[in-house]
């Protein structure tokens, strides 16, 4: 008997033109200090449909929304999604640096992943719901933005 051991196809992701620019440049910054997570983003970014800032639902996941998820592993989450110098976890605020931060970027709600931890353990995730970052948050928050190159390579 055959057994179907076909690696999962990723779903269709979106994400706006703005997030694209500026997690493009943050995985560039950290090419050298986080290869893993860098390249893990990119294959992200490179995948993701590119569509023009306002056209991006607001049941997508970008950068600042606050996604609610079960994993596989059992009780539903909620976290928000954050450049790394704004992580906390403790707050629920993930980076998109993290393996389930890179996996949540462009997903809607209804849509699975697997994605792979950092221990190399594979995961699933369901997005049950996404609340968009507000406008303040969008347009002037300087805290989404990513750290300027010589402030990152500090981090």
Same mark, same amino acid.
Do not use: C
């Given at each position: 008997?055959?057994?179907?051991?076909?690696?999962?196809?990723?779903?269709? %992701?979106?994400?706006?033109?703005?997030?694209? +620019?500026?997690?493009?440049?943050?995985?560039?910054?950290?090419?050298?200090?986080?290869?893993?997570?860098?390249? +893990?983003?990119?294959?992200?970014?490179?995948?993701?449909?590119?569509?023009?800032?306002?056209?991006?639902?607001? *049941?997508?996941?970008?950068?600042?929304?606050?996604?609610?998820?079960?994993?596989?592993?059992?009780?539903?989450?909620?976290?928000?999604?954050?450049?790394? *110098?704004?992580?906390? %976890?403790?707050?629920?605020?993930?980076?998109?640096?993290?393996?389930?931060?890179?996996?949540?970027?462009?997903?809607?709600?209804?849509?699975?992943?697997?994605?792979?931890?950092?221990? *190399?353990?594979?995961?699933?995730?369901?997005?049950?719901?996404?609340?968009?970052?507000?406008?303040?948050? %969008?347009? *002037?928050?300087?805290?989404?933005?990513?750290?300027?190159?010589?402030?990152?390579?500090?981090?």
């Amino acid at each position: 008997m055959l057994h179907n051991t076909r690696t999962p196809s990723k779903p269709k %992701i979106r994400i706006s033109q703005s997030d694209h +620019e500026r997690l493009s440049a943050l995985a560039s910054t950290f090419a050298t200090r986080n290869p893993e997570a860098s390249d +893990e983003l990119l294959a992200e970014l490179e995948r993701a449909r590119v569509v023009a800032d306002g056209w991006v639902s607001s *049941g997508t996941v970008r950068m600042g929304s606050t996604v609610t998820f079960k994993p596989d592993s059992g009780d539903r989450k909620t976290v928000t999604l954050v450049y790394p *110098g704004e992580a906390d %976890i403790s707050a629920g605020k993930v980076s998109i640096l993290t393996p389930i931060g890179t996996a949540l970027i462009g997903l809607s709600a209804g849509q699975s992943i697997m994605w792979t931890a950092r221990d *190399g353990r594979k995961h699933e995730l369901l997005v049950l719901g996404v609340s968009k970052p507000s406008a303040e948050e %969008i347009d *002037g928050d300087q805290s989404l933005a990513p750290p300027p190159p010589a402030v990152a390579a500090s981090l």
